[in-house]
Nanobody, 115 residues
Framework: QVQLVESGGGLVQPGGSLRLSCAAS????????MGWYRQGPGKQRELVASIVKSGLTNYADFVKGRFTISRDNAKKTVYLQMNSLKPEDTAVYYC?????????WGQGTQVTVSS
């Protein structure tokens, strides 16, 4: 059974940093395209960053230059390094694994940016 478990969320002040992790089990991570999404209060879920099997990355405009997605296939883990955090980054962050149109989601981790 495929399972994704996010961790690393929490409360951080504006300008601070957090590193999210997504630990995968039940899959061969290297065979999946991976992504981080977020859903803020009263908002729809949106793509934050993705990293495909080849390692090519893609970022939403609102995080470019601040967030970095990476993957360690051997550890079956995907990371999201978040720097220069803003209050508008407050959201539940979800990990996604995609292969042949089939998507698996984690349960999410809360990130709150506030002074």
């Amino acid at each position: 059974q495929v399972q994704l478990v996010e961790s690393g969320g929490g409360l951080v002040q504006p300008g601070g940093s957090l590193r999210l992790s997504c630990a995968a089990s039940g899959i061969i991570l290297s065979m999946h395209d991976m992504g981080w999404y977020r859903q803020g209060p009263g908002k729809q879920r949106e793509l934050v960053a993705s990293i495909v099997k080849s390692g090519l990355t893609n970022y939403a405009d609102f995080v470019k230059g601040r967030f970095t997605i990476s993957r360690d296939n051997a550890k079956k883990t995907v990371y999201l390094q978040m720097n220069s955090l803003k209050p508008e980054d407050t959201a539940v962050y979800y990990c996604n694994a995609a292969r042949y149109g089939f998507n698996t989601w984690g349960q999410g981790t809360q990130v709150t940016v506030s002074s």
